[in-house]
């Protein structure tokens, strides 16, 4: 069975910085490209970045370019996301999301979330 | 890259059926069959009902497809039941600058 668990989340002041975390199992985790995706507190989910299966490639969302970075162990099944220079725009539940592989380019399975407050 | 549209809202009667769209650009939805669709309920994590426009994955109900038309894609949900009750976000690939897109969102309510 797929799971993945994220954890982190905490309260932070803005200008802050924080390192999100996301533990796999149930697949080869180094077999598939992995998400970081968020839904502020009421609202829609945001694509917020992406890693490929062995790190080579990284791509980020306009919104957190410059700001957060995205990166993998694979000898660890984990998934991370470096959060700097924290905004109180940034507040949302920050879910793990595996890609589906083979070309589709959807998310096929999602962790619980993990809640990132900003707030002073 | 802005967020795809969709309509805030969408109801219908339990037995009816209900399409919601996601309209985007010729650079994202218009241009890769590749728009996925994720049903998410209050609390919950979302959930991936279609994928590359219309491929249901296993286990995912018949009762839903999906389908592309120039810049707009849909999900149909016929004999519509209760539980289909839940929010519904398209997502597209948009390009290797912005590999990823969601719609605005569309909260279903079963009458």
């Known amino acids: 069975e797929v799971q993945l668990v994220e954890s982190g989340g905490v309260v932070v002041q803005p200008g802050g910085s924080l390192r999100l975390s996301c533990a796999a199992s149930?697949?080869?985790?180094?077999?598939?490209?992995m998400h970081w995706v968020r839904q502020a507190p009421g609202k829609g989910l945001e694509w917020v970045s992406l890693i490929s299966w062995d790190g080579g490639s990284t791509y980020y969302a306009d919104s957190v370019k410059g700001r957060f970075t995205i990166s993998r162990d694979n000898s660890k099944n984990s998934l991370y996301l470096q959060m700097n220079s924290l905004r109180t725009e940034d507040t949302a539940l920050y879910y793990c999301?595996?890609?589906?592989?083979?070309?589709?380019?959807?998310?096929?399975?999602w962790g619980q979330g993990t809640l990132v407050t900003v707030s002073s | 890259q802005s967020a795809l549209t969709q309509p805030a809202s969408v109801s219908g009667s339990p037995g009816q059926s209900i399409t919601i769209s996601c309209t985007g650009t010729?650079?994202?939805?218009?241009?890769?069959?590749?728009v996925s669709w994720y049903q998410q309920h209050p609390v919950k994590a979302p959930k991936l009902m279609i994928y590359?426009?219309?491929k249901r994955p296993s286990g995912v109900s018949n009762r839903f497809s999906g389908s592309k038309s120039g810049n707009t894609a849909s999900l149909t949900i016929s004999g519509l039941q209760a539980e289909d009750e839940a929010d519904y976000y398209c997502c597209s690939y948009a390009g290797s600058s912005t590999p990823r897109v969601f719609g605005t969102g569309t909260k279903v309510t079963v009458l």
């Open positions: 590359e426009v219309s």
């Open positions: 999301a595996k890609d589906k592989g083979s070309g589709s380019y959807a998310f096929d399975y």
């Open positions: 149930g697949f080869t985790f180094d077999d598939y490209t």
């Open positions: 010729s650079s994202d939805v218009g241009s890769y069959n590749l």
